[in-house]
Structure formats: C-alpha cells, structure tokens
C-alpha cells in the first residue's frame, strides 16, 4: 500500500469507513461504494458495471491495485466506459456471496480479489480473480466492444445465468433425503478420508487451509467411535500446524494459510475468523490428548489477539495485512544475519530447532521459522540438556520478538465484525471451561460487555458492525447465528441462564427475519435487506462453518435446553435437505455432520444438579465428553432443569433425548451410565 499525502487524486471513497475501501481512496479510478447511486448512474448512462471485491488483508488485492487500479492508462477506460464499484468483502458478504457464486457458475475457481462485470442493473457477465494490467485492460476493451456491437448476447448470457443460479437452489432445496443414521455419518467419514494426508494433516496437496470444524466435528466423531485413523488424522494436522510456519513462532497466532503442503511458508495474513476457531479447537483436542504444545497455542493465540486485534473498547478487530511496506510476510520473516546479530552463542540451538540457515529455507535467502524435529534430538546434536535448549530457545524467541516489534507493522482492518467477534466469544468461552483461567473470562466478560453495547438490541436484533461514524451495517444470517451459539457456549462455560436467554432471543429474531418457509431453510439476508440479482442461502460449510449450519444446531440446541420439539424438529428437516450432500462432500458439510451426530449418536444431555453441582460437573468435565450439559445449583425454570433441583442432595442425571436414567451420584457412576 502507498502512503497517500499529498495525493494527486481523491475519489468518493474518502467517504467511506471500511480500512479497505480507504486503501483504494486516492486511486485515479472513480470508485464507487456499493449503493444505489452507482447502479442508477449505469443505467442511467447505460454503461457496464465493474463490481471489485476484496478486503485489506489480502495481498494479490494490493497487488492488483498497484499493477491496475493505481495506473492512469488503466483508470482512464475504466472512468470513461465502466460505472466502477469497489466492494468490502466483510463489510457486504452478501454481495461478494452471490458474485462470487456467479463466479462459480462461470466455470471459474473462486478467490479475491473478485472482478465481476455487469449490466447496469447488477447482473454479472464476466468475473476472473487477479489479473495483470495487460489482461485486465484486454477484458475490459472486449466487453466494452461486446456491449457496444452485441448488448443482446450479453443480456441473453445474463439472463441464463441468472437463471442458472436459481435453479441451484431449487436443486439444492429439492434434495431431502430420509432420517441420517450413524453407519452413513461413518461412509461420510471413510469417504472424506481419502482425502486426508497423513504424513503433514489437512487436506492432500497445496495450498493448505485450516479447516478448524472440520476438526471439531472429527473430536466429536472420535469420541463416539474410537476410530483410530481419525485419532492419528487429529493429531497430525493439530500437531504440524503448530510446528510450521503457518503458526508464528514468536507472538502466537496462525496465518490464513500454506502455499505448500506442509504448513511451511505461509500467506502472512492472519484473520480474526481463523484464530478465534482454532483457539477452541486447539483447547478442546487439549481436553482429548493432554499435549502441552495445545496448550500453548491456546494461551499464546489469545495473547496474539489481545495484544493485536483487541480494540479499547473490548471488541476485535478483523485482520493484520499480509503485507508491510509493500512486501509480503517481511514483519516475520529473518535472514541469517539478522539472527548471528540478535542471538549471538543462542544461534545454534535455535538454527537447529527452527531449520535456518545462512542460505535460507525459502526464496531469497530468507528463514520463515519452523519445526520439524522434537527438542530432544536438538538436545542431543548439540550435547545440551532438552532442559538448557528449551531455556536458550525461551531467550532467543524473546529477543526476536522484541526486534520484531521495533519493525514496521502489519496494517490492521479494524472493522469489528459481530459474526467474527462472536466466534472470538466462542472461543474465549471454550478457553475457559477446559482451563479454568480467569483471564479468559474476563476477556469474555470485557467482549460480551461490547457486543450489548454496540452490537445486540433488546429485541434480538443483530447489528454486523459499527462504523467510526457511528452507523450500523445490519447483521446478516451468520451474525445472528455465530452469536446465538457464541451465548450457548458462554452458558456452557459459566451456566450463567442469562446468556441462553439471550441465545433465544437472537434465535426468535433470525426466525422471523430470515428463515423462509417455502424452502425450509433461511435465507442469508434479512426481509429488510436489499434485493440483488440472486438470492443467497448459504448451505455449505467453509473454513467459517454456513450460517444454516449454525442456525440448524442452535435450534436443536436451544430446543433441548427449553423443552421445544418445533426447533428440534425444523433443525431435523434441515439436516435431511443437505443429507445426501452431506455423504459425498462430507469435506464441506462438518458442522451439518455435528448435528447429525447429535441426532444419531449417544449424544446425551447431562444435568447436574444440587449444592455441589458445580463441583461434580468441573470433575466429569476434566475429560473430553461430547454432551449437551446444564448445571442446578439453585432452583431454576428452565425447562430442562425443572425440578431437579433438592437442597439436600447432589445428583447426575444423563438423559438420551429426554429419557433419562436414575440419577447417579457420583462422576464415575455417570461416566458409566454414558456408554
């Protein structure tokens, strides 16, 4: 990104609060927010529409801008014959969804930035992702020559690929299969696991991309079946995560991905999104596996974010870029000087566990610090105790990371996102309940706090962000969703009722707001949204799980907690309309494949109750157990804890699906009532 003062050129996005439009403020291109301003002013001078989508952490989006969007030539036919729209992606998901669908449609592979021409009412014709100048001006002559010479064509490709678009959701809709069973959640499995490499974890081949649900609900398939291939897959990935280069070494935190197949040298983007999930998934495959490197990867990522996404007011921001001062990854990265000046007698030791050298591990001689071998064998190349090398490794990454600190930063998108900020509630709570560590809490305190001051209205309603001017974007499908299960999973934590309460309340808004009874599923913009050329429901899970996904497992687990067969039942028939996507993609259908576990797998409900209750259920949590849990130490109205409370006596009840065995009295009798 280039500094801007004194710049020549100044466009509308001055305006705007997004930290990715601004980048794009003193283009000599005549950007335009999205809005009705520019779609009016296309058809108003009957010109095509350039819709570029992207967000400030990516890097082949500034590389686009400096290449194109930043040069006169390019600027002055896009100016002259394009109305030209300039698209924050976390800021407006709903249009990046439905053109980046378009895409798809298109025959194209997806990625930002995203540049779709359209007609003047929106409709797309084109899209490609990056392009050099040369090509993006090629594209841009032949479309513009098309429109000229052969509007028809155009508005006849429009048209079937509108068309098109609908007809995938009616296919998508129209797909209700019968009741899953556990034997075709386990063929999902077998299936999905071809694909599993089990020599580095993830997925065969490059790029690799944590897939953090795709662990979670892989913990959860574990515990009920023992697969040991599923073990091994788990602790493979979890464990060369950590050790590669996607996992920043010095201050904690995963970048967004690896250009290998071995977590090596990663895009040095580190997302909100990412970290929040993988700090619970990391905390949960704690509880399982008791590895102390789990550990440290929660604590270190949440000081990562609190020390660099945490905003004052207790919310977090979205991103740090990939770039600083115009180069990809240099905030983290070393050469071999940098390290002989900085570490001085260390330098063996950590040269040996972090595989530098004076020729580097990547391009251009430089090191991206990563591990691939255990302290022991350090230890004993080197003759020093595994206890010395892990105090001279301790030394050196503090030494690193304070002449890290004095380099030029990373920007930061500071949007505060409510869907991104809940998965960071999520997370925190989940940190919490395995941990126990009051830091954590307050941190989720400090963050609920935010979200009930700028975010969360009374009645339900959910706000996606605050702007720097005080105004609100509205919440989307998965901010309502990511931040009812963010209050389950705080409830789970604390058994504060409050916070289900509020679950419910955010539930009842996103139902009568988005949920669409022709298709039984909910649409991802509100009925309040603006209308664009298709419509949205998103139904596959990514590397943020689908907002229906969330939306199913919420209603189920809301429905268990206040006794209400209609949520139980709806989040049923929205499980069987995905089912046979489920079985072939299983990939792509995790937190689906959660909620089939929950209706076909003894997954089961847990009460404790009486004045020791808490007590019992931090014993029986030690362990990782995949249940639905709820804790009666004092008299309470919700439903499922009704009448189970006696001041006298402390008890366990474990239930399947409201069935309920005789109360067990202590923890190891309960474990053995749960199969």
């Known amino acids: 990104m280039n500094e801007h003062s004194g710049s020549k050129h100044t466009n509308r996005l001055i305006r705007e609060t997004s930290p990715y439009l601004l980048q794009h403020a003193h283009n000599p291109v005549d950007w335009y927010p999205w809005g009705s301003k520019a779609i009016e002013k296309a058809k108003r001078e009957d010109k095509l529409i350039i819709v570029s989508i992207g967000y400030s952490a990516c890097h082949w989006c500034h590389v686009m801008e400096h290449e194109s969007f930043e040069d006169e030539e390019v600027a002055a036919l896009m100016n002259a014959h394009f109305v030209n729209i300039k698209v924050d992606r976390e800021e407006r998901p709903d249009v990046d969804s439905v053109y980046m669908d378009a895409l798809h449609l298109m025959g194209q592979q997806g990625g930002w930035p995203l540049n779709c021409i359209a007609l003047p009412d929106g409709t797309p014709v084109f899209g490609a992702t990056y392009l050099p100048k040369d090509n993006w001006i090629s594209v841009l002559k032949q479309l513009r020559t098309l429109y000229t010479e052969n509007k028809d064509k155009l508005l006849v490709y429009a048209s079937q690929l509108k068309s098109g678009m609908q007809q995938q959701i009616l296919v998508q809709m129209s797909q209700a299969g019968a009741a899953l069973s556990s034997s075709q959640i386990e063929e999902m499995v077998e299936n999905w696991s ?58 904690g935190g995963f970048a967004r991905y690896s250009v290998d197949g071995y977590w090596k040298v990663p895009h040095f983007e580190k997302m909100l999104y990412d970290n929040a999930q993988l700090i619970g998934v990391y905390a949960e495959a704690f509880k399982l596996f008791k590895k102390p490197r789990y550990r440290e990867v929660v604590y270190d990522s949440i000081e990562f974010l609190t020390r660099e996404l945490q905003a004052e007011s207790g919310g977090y921001y979205a991103a740090l870029d990939a770039d600083s001062e115009g180069v990809e990854g240099k905030f983290y990265i070393w050469t071999y000087d940098d390290l002989v000046k900085l570490l001085g007698n260390n330098l063996e030791v950590f040269s040996l566990y972090y595989n530098v050298s004076h020729v580097g591990n990547w391009e251009h001689g430089i090191n991206v610090l990563h591990t691939t071998k255990p302290i022991e064998a350090v230890a004993e190349r080197t003759g020093i105790s595994k206890e010395e090398c892990e105090r001279i490794l301790d030394e050196a990454r503090k030494t690193l990371f304070e002449a890290r600190n004095v380099r030029v930063k990373p920007g930061t998108d500071t949007k505060i996102l409510a869907s991104w900020n809940a998965l960071t509630l999520s997370a925190l709570a989940k940190a919490y309940r395995v941990f126990g560590q009051e830091d954590f809490l307050n941190l989720a305190n400090l963050l609920n706090d935010y979200i009930d001051n700028n975010l969360l209205e009374n009645s339900g309603v959910v706000q996606r962000m605050v702007t720097k001017t005080n105004g609100h974007v509205s919440g989307f499908l998965d901010d309502y969703a990511l931040l009812a299960q963010a209050y389950i999973d705080f409830y789970q934590a604390t058994f504060n009722e409050h916070y289900l309460h509020k679950a419910k309340r955010i539930t009842l808004t996103a139902l009568e707001q988005f949920f669409d009874k022709n298709h039984g599923m909910f649409r991802y913009t509100g009925k309040a949204s603006e209308t664009l050329f298709a419509e949205k429901f998103e139904l596959s899970d990514n590397v943020i799980p689908a907002s229906n996904s969330v939306i199913a497992n919420v209603l189920h687990t809301l429905g268990v907690y206040f006794s209400n067969s209609e ?57 990782f157990h995949y249940y639905l849990g709820a804790v009666s130490s004092a008299n309470s109205n919700l439903p499922i804890l009704k009448n189970r409370y006696q ?7 474990v239930c399947h699906k409201g069935s309920c065995q005789l109360p067990a009295a202590t923890v190891d009798e309960a474990l053995e009532k749960m199969g």
Not at 197 to 212: I, L, N, R, T
């Open 194 to 251: 071809r694909n599993f490499d089990m020599e580095w974890g993830g997925s065969q081949g490059a790029p690799k991309f944590p897939m953090p649900n795709g662990i979670a609900f892989l913990l959860r398939f574990y515990y009920f079946t023992k697969n040991p291939k599923v073990k091994d897959y788990i602790e493979i990935t979890l464990d060369n995560m950590a050790a590669g280069g996607i996992y920043d070494h010095l201050g």
């Open 567 to 623: 949520w139980i039942s709806l989040s049923t028939q929205m499980l069987r309309k995905v089912s046979v996507n489920l079985q072939e993609y299983g990939a792509f259908y995790t937190n689906w494949a959660i909620l089939g576990i929950k209706e076909t797998f003894q997954y089961k409900e847990v009460v404790f109750s009486g004045k020791n209750a808490d007590q019992l259920f931090k014993q029986f949590d030690e362990t």
């Open 647 to 653: 001041e006298d006596l402390s008890q366990i009840f």
